[in-house]
């Protein structure tokens, strides 16, 4: 069985913009949810869903796979949701796998 967490970090935010790449005690918030998936050991692979290239090299300097923005779903009318199935659709085609478990993950 093939696991996924995706973690959805949005860059649009509205009320706190790119929140997460704000520092939290010492590093990004983004940083604290990457790493405690990767600590877990639970995933295969461990993708940051994003609209925002900065946020997505942040993910991967902290150990995860962010290889393409978000094409969909990206904006504040989607759905957390929406999101992650977009982001789930677009890992499948990119990678060439079926996930059997897919974990939603918040950055913040």
């Known amino acids: 069985m093939k696991h996924i967490a995706i973690i959805l970090a949005r860059g649009g935010s509205k009320r706190l913009p790119r929140k997460n790449m704000l520092d939290f005690f ?4 983004l940083a604290w949810t990457v790493e405690a998936a990767l600590q877990s050991g639970q995933f295969d692979r461990v993708l ?3 609209d925002d290239r900065e946020i997505a090299e942040i993910g991967c300097l902290f150990g995860a ?6 094409d969909t779903a990206a ?4 759905t957390s949701s929406e ?24 950055a913040n």
């Open 26 to 29: 010492g590093k990004p918030m």
């Open 48 to 50: 940051v869903s994003t």
């Open 75 to 78: 904006d504040d009318l989607a």
């Open 83 to 106: 999101a992650t199935l977009a982001a789930l659709k677009q890992a499948e085609e990119y990678w060439g796998e079926q996930y059997d478990v897919v974990s939603q993950l918040m």
């Open 65 to 70: 796979e962010a290889p393409f923005l978000r």
